[in-house]
């Protein structure tokens, strides 16, 4: 089934709403190519089901960012955006070194033992 998301509707909210967005009539294997990642991964991260990586929020957010653009009030659009993007960054350096902090942290009782 297609799911076909208009910009007529409230800026996207969630992951699946921003996805669904950004491919707006393009079947499920015409944008996950466009993207670079499989059908099955794409229709996961559109039932949030699956966190998609942040190379493909950035790029759905430009999508639907260049469809807004000639809304008006588009740059406060623009600033949220951004604001996003480096939300979506910060949580992912956050994640890189919580998982360094763990191996470090495991390594620590091994050499204890």
């Not at 007529?8 to 669904?20: I, N, R, W």
């Amino acid at each position: 089934m297609c799911n076909y998301y208009t910009m007529t509707t409230p800026f996207p909210t969630s992951q699946g709403e921003l996805l669904a967005a950004a491919r707006g009539a393009a079947t499920q294997a015409e944008f996950a190519k466009q993207l670079g990642v499989d059908r099955t991964c794409l229709s996961r991260y559109e039932r949030e089901q699956l966190g998609a990586p942040t190379a493909v929020l950035n790029y759905c957010l430009k999508v639907v960012a260049d469809r807004l653009s000639d809304i008006e009030g588009a740059s406060m659009i623009d600033q949220a955006l951004a604001h996003v993007r480096r939300a979506a960054i910060a949580l992912e350096h956050a994640s890189m070194n919580g998982a360094q902090t763990t191996s470090r942290s495991r390594t620590r009782r091994q050499s204890r033992a």
